[in-house]
């Protein structure tokens, strides 16, 4: 059941990771680069993409 619902909301980590990409790098590239995992824009995407989609699978899986 697990992998049907992380395949069904993969979409949604893509699309948080991409936005997540763009709007870091706008702002390290401003030098505000506080609250960077390790001081990685890809890194601290990537986490935050996952985290996503994580979050959503499991909203999905109680909501049916």
Same mark, same amino acid.
């Given at each position: 059941?697990?992998?049907?619902?992380?395949?069904?909301?993969? +979409?949604?980590?893509? !699309?948080?990771?991409? $936005?997540?990409?763009?709007?870091? /790098? %706008?702002?390290?590239?401003? +030098?505000?680069?506080? !609250?960077?995992?390790? $001081?990685?824009?890809?890194?601290? /995407? %990537?986490?935050?993409?996952?985290?996503?989609?994580?979050?959503?699978?499991?909203?999905?899986?109680?909501?049916?």
């Amino acid at each position: 059941m697990l992998p049907e619902l992380l395949h069904q909301t993969a +979409g949604i980590g893509v !699309g948080t990771f991409l $936005g997540a990409l763009i709007g870091l /790098s %706008v702002r390290a590239r401003q +030098g505000k680069r506080g !609250g960077l995992v390790r $001081g990685s824009v890809f890194l601290t /995407s %990537v986490l935050v993409g996952m985290a996503a989609w994580v979050a959503m699978a499991v909203l999905r899986g109680i909501m049916g």
